[in-house]
């Protein structure tokens, strides 16, 4: 019976490792103890025994996994020190100040808060959304829709999200690569914005963009760093190559010199900011998140690792499997991220748990076309499968301060939602075929 136990289909061994993960999430167990426990298990069963978990617990000494969890760490404490120094009051007082269109101010704000990733950030920008409808002549569900929507228009690609940061880590695709991918889902997360959400908003007479004046000082206080990260992280990743680093380690140490500048310069112009920044490391919720980046490395290892002379791993065997089914590769790299994006509710959820499978089964040397059609569908189903979940802390803390019931907001992002999942059919396809 134990023999048989062993020998069961490696689709079988990582489904249930999956499912398992996710399951136990769901329970209560935090996401990183889920994946770390599942990670031991499904080594375990894979029969490489505790010698070779050891072995795969020490992987986790390369620059590309020891590097991207100190930059998920600094990136944490960079979205903390704009906070704390007050530059992203300062710009969301300079636009709101600016943009005097009900629709604009509606949907740009929560955008512009969007900028700034943080746990239940969505519950910073619904006062703002409150106060342009201060007449109250929208519907609560419609609010929480356009909060919540337009709150995550960025996180596509936008490298201040430890979830596209991971992505970028897992696809293997330069930083500049990966940005030019993902944008095009954030055109047509705007345009189904508009046209299913924010085009039911009336206009008023008299109502134009641009009515106030812009401060630019004002304006450029949190998006000055932020430009500066973002240039030195493409910069690095093109031109890192040139003295022999190259890859995924390109790319993160290309983000890492970002982040360093860019934190320099808030603390050189603020230096009172540094000391209440340093709080998040008090923060045991900063820790957890750490435990869920090694978590997840670890878990790629154990898929990868080879189990036999010949080279044979967990991920290799299921793809013969599949292959053997009959099941196509593409209904594998849609589902499996949909399904870890509705029950995590997170996009480093749904990437940590599907991504090291999904750019497994795809080979050792895949085109770029087909990482750009990877990437572009398994992210947009995961992401969809996040933002329709219940589990999304954004949706819920929203809902609670418009209070109403969140399922009242899904007549409002069906139509968007659907327009994403068709626009990663064709811009997945379009990669695949043209690229």
């Known amino acids: 019976m134990f023999e048989g136990f062993m020998t069961v289909p490696a689709i079988v061994k990582v489904g249930f490792s999956f499912f398992g993960i996710l399951l136990a999430n769901r329970a209560g167990l935090h996401l990183g103890y889920s994946i770390l426990l599942f990670s031991a298990l499904l ?160 206009r008023r007479h008299g109502e134009g963009p641009r009515n106030g004046s812009l401060d630019p000082a004002g304006a450029l206080s949190a998006m000055g760093p932020i430009a500066l990260l973002v240039i030195l992280s493409v910069l690095g990743s093109a031109l890192l190559p040139l003295a022999g680093v190259s890859g995924t380690l390109a790319s993160l140490l290309a983000m890492f010199i970002g982040l360093i500048a860019a934190l320099v310069w808030i603390f050189t112009a603020d230096p009172r900011s540094f000391g209440p920044s340093l709080v998040l490391f008090r923060d045991r919720n900063t820790w957890l998140m750490m435990i869920l980046v090694v978590g997840i490395q670890l878990f790629s290892s154990v898929i990868k690792y080879p189990l036999d002379a010949a080279g044979a791993t967990l991920v290799t065997l299921m793809r013969d499997e599949l292959i053997g089914a009959g099941i196509p590769l593409l209904t594998v790299i849609m589902v499996i991220p949909f399904i870890a994006g509705l029950v995590t509710g997170v996009a480093f959820g749904f990437v940590g748990a599907s991504f090291p499978i999904v750019f497994a089964l795809i080979g050792n040397d895949p085109g770029f076309g087909t990482l750009a059609a990877t990437t572009a569908c398994a992210y947009s189903f995961g992401y969809m499968g996040m933002m329709v979940s219940p589990m999304h802390v954004c949706f819920v803390v929203t809902g609670e301060y418009f209070r109403c019931s969140i399922y009242g907001a899904y007549r409002y992002l069906a139509g968007p939602v659907v327009l994403i999942l068709l626009a990663a059919l064709l811009i997945s396809s379009f990669y695949y075929f043209v690229l």
Do not use: C
């Not at 005097?100 to 969505?122: Q, V």
């Not at 342009?132 to 996180?155: G, P, Q, T």
């Open 43 to 202: 080594s375990l069963w894979a029969g490489t025994g505790l010698q070779g978990f050891a072995l795969q617990v020490a992987d986790l000494a390369r620059p590309e996994d020891y590097l991207l969890t100190i930059i998920v760490l600094l990136l944490l404490f960079f979205t903390e020190a704009l906070s704390k120094s007050g530059r992203m009051e300062k710009t969301i007082a300079a636009l709101k100040e600016w943009l005097r269109s009900r629709r604009l101010l509606l949907a740009g704000l929560p955008a512009l808060i969007g900028l700034l990733p943080m746990p239940g950030g969505a519950l910073f920008s619904a006062p703002l959304v409150a106060s342009v409808d201060s007449e109250n002549e929208l519907d609560e569900n419609h609010k929480v829709a356009i909060n919540y929507w337009f709150r995550h228009i960025w996180e596509y690609w936008w490298p201040l999200y430890p979830g596209v940061i991971l992505a970028i880590r897992y696809s293997g695709l330069p930083v500049a690569a990966y940005f030019l991918v993902q944008m095009p889902f954030t055109i047509v997360a705007v345009l189904g914005g508009y046209l299913f959400i924010l085009k039911k908003v009336e």
